[in-house]
Each structure stands twice: as C-alpha cells, then as structure tokens.
C-alpha cells in the first residue's frame, strides 16, 4: 500500500497550503512541501528493487465493467520521472516562496502547483490505461489554472485557452487510440497491453491507433506542428515556466512515447513518424530559439528543441538510442528548470526579460552568471556537461541508422545543424546577458541603467543546486545517473538494456568530430547572427497566438452558421431531420441482411389482430386528417392508444396494458391543457412541398419500420426473458415478473427514472407557480364558453368514482409483487382521480378539502426509495438489495412481506407527486381578469 500513499500524499498536499497561506508564506512553503518530499522518499524506498529489475505494482478493484482499476505501478521509467516530478518539483517550489510578489495569492498558486504535480505523478505511476488517461487530463485542466494564474492579462488568458485546446484534443484523440487498443488487448492493464505488442501491430486498426497515440503525445509535448501552444505559455509565472518545461507537462509526451514503446513501437511507421517529426522539430524550433528576444521566449523554443531531439532518438529505436534518450530527459530536466528560475531571477532583479535591453550583468549578479553558466553550457552541449554525453551518443545514432535508406545519411547532416543552432542560441544566452554592452535605443539610454543584484540564497539555491548537478553528472555519469538510466532504458525496450558506458572521452571519432564542427559552427552563426536575422525579416511574422485566435473564431462563425440553418425554431423542421435520420440509420442496418425474412414463420392473423390493427390505422389517420380540429385529433390519438392497450392485453402483457391505460389518460389530460394556451386554429396556409416532404418522410419510415418489424419477427433473438422468468420468485420473491423486474432486478433504473419524473415535476411547479394567463371568454367564432365552469353531473361522478379509485388504486398496488400492478399503475391512478376532482370542483374548492403540498409528497416518495436501497448497506449487501420472507399473521395467516414493497411506496409517492406538480400547475395558471405586472 506504500504506491498508493504516493499521490495520497501529494493530493493532501493540495490542501495544505489554502489552509496555510494565512500563517505567512514561508510557513505555507514549508507546509507545503513536506507532502512531496514525504512522497519522493517512498519512491527512493523501492530504487534498490527497480534497480535490481522488479517491477513493483499495486492493483485495486475499481470499475472492473469498464476495465478501469486504481492500477500502481514503479519501474524504472516511473522512477526516473517521479524523482524528477518530486525532486524538481520541490526546489521549484521552495523557488517560488521567493519569486511571488507579496500581493500574490500564495494558497491558490501553490494548491494548482501541487496538482499539476498530482496529475504528472498519476500518469508516471498508472499501471491501467484508461487510469493514465485520467490523469493525461487532469494536467490539462492543472497548466490551463496554472498558465492563467495572472487571469487579469490577456496573453495569459489565451495562453491558457491555447494550450487546453490544443492538448485537450490530444486527449481525446489519445483516448480513442487507448479504446482500440483495450479492444485488441482485452484489457487496459498496462501491463498486459506491453506483453501484446505483437498482437497490437498485427491489428489492421494498428496504424489508426498509432496516428491516435502520436497525435495525443506530439499535442502534449509540443511536436511540430503542434509546438505553437507552448511558446504563447510562458505567460504563465516563472515557477510554472520551470516546472512544465522540465519535468512535467511537456514531458508527458515523450513519456508516452516511451512507455508505449514495446507495444507500438519496432515498426517502420513509428520509426519514420517518430524520426521525421522529431527532427523537423528539432531544428524548426532551434532557429526561432537563435532569433528569440524574450529570454522565456528562448528557453521555451529550445524546450521544444530538446523534446524534438528526444523523439527522434526514441524513433531511431535502437537499444543504445533508447538509452541515450533516457539519459537526455534527465539531463535536460536538470539544466533547463535551473535555466528558468535564473530567467525568473534576471526578471524579478531587472524587471525585463528583453535579451537586447540587458547586458553586463557578471559584475552585478556573479552568482546568477555562474549558475547560467553551467546550465548554459549543459544545454549547449559543451564537455564536461551532461548535456554533452546525451548529444555524443546522439551523434553517434544518427550515423548508423538507415532508416531512410541511401538518404539516410540526412539525418547526421542535419542533426549537427541543429546541434549548431542549440551552440549559437545557448551562447547568445550567456555572453548577451553577462558580458555583452547591451543593445539598446536612443530612448532607452536615455533611461536610468539597470540596476541588479543577486538574489537572496533561498532563491538562488535550487538552481545553482541543479546547475550543479548538469556539471557533476557529466563528471561522475556512471556513479550517479548510469543506474537509474539503466533501469529507466529496460522500462523502454522490455527486454535486456545494452552495455553502455556514459563518459567523456571515447576517443577521437566521428561523434567528436561532429561536435566540434557544432561548436565551431555555432559560434559561426553567432557571429553573424545579424545576417540570419535579416534573412528571417524576409519572411513576413506571423503571430501563432492571433492565428490560433482567428481560428477558433472562424470555427466559432461557422458552427453558428450551421446551428441557425438547423435551429430555426421550426419544430417540424426538427421532427424531419430526427426520422430522417431514424430512417438512414434503420435503413442502414437493413442493408446488411442478407434476406429480409428469417427462419421462422409469422403468426396467424385472427379476426381481432385485424380489428385492432384497423383501428390504429383509423385512429393515426383520422389524427392527422383532423389536425386543424386540434380535440378531434387528440380523441383519434387516443383510439390508438386504446388500440395499443388492448394489444397488449392480447399478447398477455396485462401489466404494460394498465400502464399504457394509466398514462394514456394522463396524457389526455395534459394535452388538452396544453392546448388551451395555443392559438385556436393552426396556420391555413401550408406549402405543397412541405407536405410532399411530409407524405414522403413518413410513408419512407414506415415502410423501413414495418421491414425492420418483419425481419425481426422471423429471426431467433437472444433474450434474457427466461433468467427473469426463473429467477423472479426465487430471486425477487414475486411472481409478476414485470413489477420484480422494476423494483428488484432493474432497481437502480427505476430510482433513476422517478429521480428525473420528480425533478421535472419540480421545475414545472416552480416555473408555473406563479404564472398567471388571461383566460378568454369566447372561441374566435364569437361562442362564447358556457358560464358553468364545473358542471354538475362532472362534480357527482366524480366525487363517486374518487373511493372507488383510490381503493382501487390501494389493491393494484398491494398486488402488484406477484400480480399485474405496483406502485407506478398504482400512482397513475391515484392521479387521474384526484385530478378529475380539480377538474370538475375548481383548484380552490378541492385544494381547502385536500390539502396537499404535492412537491413534498414527490421528494417523500423520492427519498423513500433512496432510503431503501440504504437500508441494504446495514446490512452488508450492495445498494438496493431487496430482502423478502414469509410470516405468519393471526387471524390473517401466513403473507409474503418483501422490502421491495418500501421502494415500490416510494415510486407511488414521486409519481403521485410528479404528476399531479405539473397537472395541477398547469390546469390553474389561467385567470378570469387581465393580471397586473405585479401578479404576474
């Protein structure tokens, strides 16, 4: 259980500084990071066994329907990246207590820190896919709070928006890519997708699901042509800059890209894709870095170098080019998160990030020089970094690929020309901040120099920690990074990682040589930068932000376009595109039959099926015939209904027959209400093409429903009509197996569905409560309406049937566990007696003799049933369990009691409710007298 407390602890660490910002910030700092580190030691806990080759892992049951298990798992490329999400992720925080100004919301920055670092933990540590898919998410939602932390400015706002599009539809690409691949598997259990690679490239779905992957990891980690989101993120503040450019967001691709490599990878598509795109990456953004003024400009162009560069390694694929990619996301997360907190220093001290405006800082911040210094130098590549030792062995790859066949020899070319880029800009970085005079306008020098200073040592020492680190791991690679690289590459290929030995010097050889020519060459570049900038003047500059922006706007206009053609208001122009498209899709279904008639015959018509089925015909027809005498329509709509009744009466479904009777009267009822709020007469005026569209829409449907009807009545189907029929007295108790099946098998439906019926009763109620309509005192013809409003022969029959009805009702419900009845016949009934009782007496004269809050007897009824399926969990059994058994009564004998009768009360009670909300509310909206703007 020691995996699990590893996010547990960073989670609780979201919480600890909001409930510590208020003791002063450096208490909330070190509140603060006491989770992390907590954490990072229980990771160190399992290095002895990672290192010897284990894999420790921890499942727990989650969703196991839909393959979903809180899955943990560290192996060595989990460790390599929870070292550095904890390691580097602590030092930038202890950075920020420093970088945030005093008017800063100290609790709320460090709470989304400490997510986004809960995200990137869960998606190294996630042992099930669709497990690491939540938490690829959850970074997106963390670095869009974090990238607009500053909401008040704009670049940030669109920066965040930026970077949450772009990635999240990455992950919804991803996500499908995850789907195809668990459907190939048969599980999404990490490791079981890693053990069936061959499976997953033998699949005709694989170069889908790659493009998917691909697409969900280049999104991520900023891969051409997807880079432009992270440049337009450094809007964000430093801290954040530092920690998604090193160690986290951007990483999660390359990341993915590693950890998927058994199964996706050792195919010709995954190394052209990986090793095209990488490379195109690699220099495209290497050229913009040279040509960068804004100093996080710079460092986030050459991120998105060094991202390429990893990508391409993992796309050359070879056991040695695995590992030298291992090695370069260490190396880089060390320089590079060390490069930004001096950004951020350099920032804080002079208030510019302009790299022309500043200049000749050595003398004032020897310190924070000494610190760009080593991490420069690490990025650059120069020996004895580590940076050096990555770029050799990348060298060394690129010349042994063949990859594009004779073309090949590409690759080396121009991988030494990006190497010459990441010389010239890294350098550029140096020598312009420390040593060089800077570069500025007449005005500007009219302006006071700059004044700056180093900063205090808690600032300042997780960088130079770091900075450090890019200088001893070059030094010392075989003591300190050799294992954890090395378990961290067997992670990668699956299989046994290669000798390899990381030093500086292996002799003098290509690699070398190639290294030098990038230095030489760099400085060259450097040297007349001048000349390349005037070369990139030529091409006219294009914001990625403001294209981004038009885009979406463009996007925004169209689907506008689109909902006005399609929402007009027009419900019949709604109803036609629903059955059309009910009709291509049932027609598409039908096209796949080979034969419309099945195997078995049709049933014999009789006399009555005749009968009813004319009645039906009569009653659809006469319906639309009569549409302009909107009651006579409704009465035809009824015979229907009726007709329908009585079909299931025929076909022995007496208890869809009761229903069917029950809400064809409440349906009844709450159309002629309805009606009343309508105009009295319908448009005279109907166009022939639409009833042509009409005619032909509808005898189309219903030709493709009566084939569909045909080719199922003659088919064998699977049902699970006979485990309900077996299991309904044993198992439920009861014998109508329709009611078990609702208030015991299917529970859980039924307490959703009376969910939704009482909250619609809700806002009906609340939406008519005060309403109130002029009722007027005549038809359009001038008739005017009868004076008695509540007739009287309506008022007796109705005060008759109200007993007959509820005893009724009362015996439909007591039955209705093992005979045709139960709560929801039960309520619909009891509903339409006690609205015939409002229709015939008037809201006011039966609302003094029943008194009834109708919404409270709703959510009773609601909460009943709620409570029952609670009351299983005292006893040890799942939600909605039912119980039953049988007692002995005297003088009554013996009687089956079963809990299903509480939860059957409580649908009773929301249906009654329900209903009698919206009748009722509906039926009393209209007034003899105009109302006032004060009554309405």
Same mark, same amino acid.
């Given at each position: ?83 550095? &999400? !904890?390691? @580097? #992720? ?5 950075? *920020?207590?420093?970088?945030?100004? /005093? =008017?800063? %919301?100290?609790? $709320? ?68 890519? &995850? !789907?195809? @691949? #668990? ?5 999404? *259990?990490?490791?079981?997708?890693? /053990? =069936?690679? %061959?499976?997953? $490239? ?86 913009? =870095? ?647």
């Amino acid at each position: 259980m020691s995996l699990l407390w590893i996010p547990l602890l960073t989670i609780i660490g979201t919480l600890v500084p909001v409930m510590t910002s208020r003791h002063g910030r450096k208490a909330c700092v070190a509140a603060t990071l006491i989770a992390p580190l907590l954490a990072l030691g229980l990771v160190l806990m399992h290095a002895p066994a990672v290192f010897a080759g284990e894999v420790v892992s921890l499942q727990i049951s989650w969703m196991p329907l839909l393959g979903l298990d809180l899955a943990l798992r560290i192996d060595g490329l989990t460790l390599l990246f929870a070292m550095l &999400i !904890l390691g @580097i #992720g602590s030092l930038i925080l202890l950075y *920020a207590g420093y970088y945030l100004s /005093a =008017a800063e %919301d100290d609790g $709320r920055f460090l709470a989304y820190m400490m997510l986004f670092m809960t995200a990137m933990l869960g998606i190294a540590m996630a042992d099930n896919l669709l497990l690491l898919w939540l938490f690829w998410e959850l970074t997106s939602i963390s670095s869009f709070l974090l990238i607009g932390f500053w909401g008040h400015r704009s670049d940030a706002r669109r920066g965040a928006r930026m970077a949450l599009t772009v990635t999240g539809a990455g992950g919804l690409a991803l996500l499908a890519g &995850i !789907l195809l @691949i #668990g459907q190939i598997v048969g599980s999404f *259990a990490l490791s079981d997708v890693l /053990a =069936a690679g %061959d499976a997953i $490239r033998a699949s005709a779905h694989y170069p889908l699901i790659l493009v998917l992957v691909l697409f969900g990891a280049f999104t991520k980690s900023a891969q051409f042509p997807f880079h432009f989101w992270l440049p337009h993120a450094m809007a964000a503040p430093t801290p954040v800059s530092a920690f998604l450019h090193s160690a986290t967001m951007v990483k999660a691709g390359v990341f993915l890209l590693a950890r998927l490599n058994p199964a996706l990878g050792d195919t010709a598509l995954w190394a052209i894709a990986l090793s095209l795109v990488g490379l195109a990456t690699m220099l495209y953004a290497a050229w913009f =870095a040279l040509l960068e003024r804004d100093l996080k400009g710079i460092l986030a162009f050459s991120t998105v170098s060094h991202l390429g560069l990893i990508t391409l390694l993992l796309g050359l694929g070879s056991p040695l080019a695995i590992v030298a990619a291992v090695f370069h996301i260490l190396n880089h997360a060390t320089f590079k998160a060390a490069l930004f907190m001096m950004v951020g220093i350099i920032d804080h001290e002079t208030g510019t990030r302009d790299i022309d405006r500043l200049g000749a800082l050595w003398s004032m911040m020897p310190l924070t020089g000494t610190m760009t210094i080593l991490a420069g130098s690490a990025m650059a590549g120069f020996p004895p970094f580590n940076g050096f030792l990555s770029k050799e062995m990348l060298f060394e790859q690129s010349l042994i690929n063949s990859l594009l066949g004779a073309l090949s020899v590409v690759i080396p070319l121009l991988v030494v020309v990006a190497a010459m880029l990441s010389v010239a800009y890294s350098v550029r970085l140096i020598y312009s901040l420390f040593f060089a005079e800077p570069k500025l306008t007449r005005e500007q020098k009219a302006q006071p120099p700059i004044q700056a200073h180093d900063p205090s040592r808690g600032m300042l020492a997780p960088g130079l920690f770091l900075a450090a680190m890019s200088l001893l791991v070059g030094l010392f690679p075989m003591t300190l990074a050799a294992p954890l690289v090395n378990a961290a590459s067997l992670a990668v290929q699956g299989e046994t990682t290669p000798l390899f030995t990381l030093a500086l010097w292996h002799g003098i050889n290509a690699p070398l040589l190639m290294s030098l020519a990038a230095v030489a060459g760099g400085i060259l570049v450097l040297r007349h930068q001048r000349y390349f900038a005037s070369l990139a003047a030529l091409f006219p500059s294009r914001n990625a932000g403001l294209i981004f922006e038009a885009a979406i706007q463009r996007i925004i206009k169209i689907t506008l376009w689109l909902t006005l053609r399609l929402e007009n208001g027009s419900l019949q122009r709604y109803q036609a595109l629903l059955i059309l498209c009910a009709l291509v899709m049932t027609a598409i279904g039908l096209t796949r039959l080979e034969t419309l008639t099945g195997e078995l015959g049709l049933q014999p018509l009789d006399g009555m099926m005749i009968v009813g089925a004319s009645l039906m015909i009569f009653g659809a027809i006469g319906s639309a015939l009569s549409h302009r005498w909107r009651l006579v329509s409704l009465l035809m709509l009824s015979v229907v209904g009726l007709a329908v009744s009585l079909t299931f009466v025929r076909f022995s479904a007496p208890d869809l027959a009761l229903t069917q009777l029950s809400v064809e009267v409440a349906s009844m009822i709450l159309m002629i209400l309805a009606l009343f709020f309508l105009p009295q007469r319908p448009p005279l005026l109907v166009s022939g093409r639409r009833i042509l569209r009409d005619l032909i829409l509808a005898a189309s449907l219903g030709v493709v429903v009566a084939m569909l009807n045909y080719a199922l009545l003659t088919r064998e189907t699977l049902t699970i009509a006979d485990y309900f029929l077996r299991e309904s007295l044993p198992g439920g108790g009861g014998t109508n197996v329709v009611n078990v099946i609702l208030v015991d098998f299917r529970g859980f439906d039924t307490l959703g569905e009376i969910t939704v019926l009482t909250l619609a009763g809700l806002a009906t109620f609340k939406l008519l409560n005060r309403m109130r309509l002029f009722m007027p005192s005549g038809n359009l013809e001038g008739i005017r309406w009868s004076r008695h409003r509540h007739p009287m022969i309506l008022a007796v029959v109705a005060q008759i049937l109200l007993p007959l009805a509820l005893l009724v009702s009362v015996y439909i419900f007591l039955r209705g566990h093992n005979q045709p009845g139960g709560g929801f016949i039960a309520g619909l009934i009891t509903s339409v007696a006690l609205i015939l009782q409002y229709m015939a007496r008037g809201h006011d004269w039966t609302r003094q003799r029943l008194p009834i809050s109708y919404p409270v007897v709703a959510v009773s009824g609601l909460a009943i049933a709620v409570a029952t399926g609670l009351a299983s969990w005292l006893f040890g059994y799942p939600f909605l369990t039912s119980a039953f058994g049988h007692f002995h009564i005297p003088l009554i004998g013996e009687i089956e009691l079963a809990s299903a009768m509480l939860f059957d009360l409580g649908v009773y009670l929301a249906v009654v409710g329900a209903t009698l909300m919206i009748l009722i509310n509906l039926g009393r909206v209209t007034t003899m007298h105009r109302p006032t703007l004060e009554e309405r």
